[in-house]
């Protein structure tokens, strides 16, 4: 670990200062981005929202952004927190974020599939409706899509209803009265009282470390080569135990299948996490990275497609469809775990082009085990 | 155009020398695979072939290269051959490739995705039977199977049922008398007399002018970059008429579907028999390119994934099958359209750095229509 001076904070703050100003500007914005989620959420009572935002309505895209930088820096600083404290709030903030995260997620999966089918049965009106290229089921398509939009929609209604309860329950208010201590007030060690540069680099590299480790253990030359069918060809493995943070149930699935996934999906959604702690630990120094960020949204595209080509098998299970039906479902599932392919291949494209050592930082780790 | 002179055979001979010489060697090579072929197809009546070779039993695979080749030279070079004649020999050997070709096209389209479901199948018997990242279809897998198994023997028992017939044809002992004709007696026109050279090279370069022209107008900066979506958003198109030359009906389907295609693949198609042509042409003045070789066979990959997901989607029409069967089928047929748009990639990646100008030959021809 190095211990050069820290570039965007001044280089004399130490590492509470710097940690405390951040936490106290994630804090108070959730606070404020709290009373307008709860009147978003009550202004549609149980109905599916207008508002379809792709982070969710303003308000609750504001809390789960401010949830995740609170928690991902808690994460990544823990050393310097009172270890209880660091451990029960990081619980609490995972709790809400889980319960924040489905409605939107629900509605950009709504988005992103009913889009697929419309692309896949525009383009078939305009052809001839007896040749063998046809999509089987061209009657197949709105069958599919209402289907997919009926169950879509019962899941986000679910989700909308547990959101409005739990914002009215006492856990949420104490979740709050937390964020509000934490405002100038987080409970630091005496480690903390060292310079930014000498305290927070390192924990801060011991992010970036971890995000190597990971990708480096990702079948990323593979990836990197264009169609290769690995996405498409293993979408038949599944069992694989990934933390459920962020993640959302597939709709009509039961509970126990909310965290079986694709066990090849697995790893890519390990790297999503560890990726934004890396970023949001960057945040902290003040560093941001543009090239960071965008890879970060490829892989939120890389579990969103992977979450939609579950739903799209899920639904294929539904009793008494048609034939047609089906056969356009299995259509959109193999598209869904395309664009999990390429996701992977925009991801294995740029990663190794990335700097991950700027100035300050210690140069590309050696590999070791997580 | 110009007139420098040929390296391979020598620049002193005549364009007549050098091109009866390319015909009298492949007619000769056709001759001598007819007994076998027509013992290769007697020797397993009405059954499935027992030779699973990729280009047909080791006859038909040498009548098929032979044919396609003296084609190519009679029509690249029609100019040196006295009209009537070329048209109806041309004609004929058409014939005579559309019915040699149906056989081995259903027994590679039936390797092709059988294995494609094998590999999905196989995959799923190691995972957990009810996570929802399952094809749904798992079941469905075994009887999607059984179904395209069972569609493509029965097509491919009718194809060789019409070789056995037509191999003893007078149509086809017609067809061998000219062939035999051919042999050092190619009836040439008194163009032939000038040098290969000054003869040749412009009519060869006339055909890479014409493929260069068709590939201007394919959308192959858009293919080059990976992950596009387009051949499989553009399953429903379809429509358009292609050549049936080489090509085969998909099993199940009626006779006038024979040249239905995904009307975004036509003028990748055309593209395959015009490449066809160049390397023909090349091969008449000695000149064989690997690259041109190589890329001939990314378009013949293109055509076979087309054809395979023109005859999933036709499986998957089927009356009686179970949704699952169907799910499973609406995999394949976007498996195969991922095939078609992994080929198009390739064509895309490797088409611009091809020379087409060897030592010569007139440098890359100007846009003209085709």
Known sequence: ??????????????????????LTEQAGRFLRALPQAVGEAGARPGAVPSVNAPGGTAGTG?????????????????????????????????????????????????????????????????????GPGMLAGHQGAPKARALLDRQLTLARTRAHSTVLQELRSARLHALADRMTLL?????????????????????????????SVAVQALPLRRAATAYQGDALHRLAATGAQVPAQGRAAAPGAPESADNALAADDAPWHRVRVLLKRARYAGEVSGRTDPELDELDLVLDRHQEAADAAVTAA??????????????????????????????RYAFGSRWPSLSLAPDGWEGPPAPRTA
Chains 1, 2 share one sequence.
Do not use: K
Not at 99 to 125: C, F, I, K, N, V
Not at 315 to 335: F, K, S
């Open 1 to 22: 670990m190095t211990d050069a001076p820290m570039t965007a904070p001044a280089s004399t703050a130490t590492a509470g200062e710097v940690l405390s100003r951040y």
């Open 62 to 130: 504001e809390l789960l952004r401010t949830v995740r930088r609170i928690g991902g820096a808690v994460h990544t600083f823990g050393a310097l927190f009172e270890p209880g404290w660091a451990e029960e709030f990081r619980a609490e903030l995972r709790w809400l974020l889980t319960l924040l995260a489905q409605e939107p997620a629900y509605a950009r999966r709504s988005a992103r599939l009913l889009a697929a089918l419309d692309t896949l049965s525009a383009t078939g009106s305009a052809g001839e409706t007896g």
């Open 183 to 211: 405002v100038g007030e987080a409970p630091l060690l005496a480690a903390a009282a060292g310079t930014a540069g000498e305290v927070l680099l390192p924990q801060a590299a011991r992010a970036v470390d971890a995000l």
């Open 314 to 343: 899920t639904a294929a299970r539904t009793p008494r469809i048609t034939p047609a039906t089906a056969y356009v479902l299995g259509v959109v599932h193999a598209d869904q775990r395309l664009e999990v392919e390429a996701a």
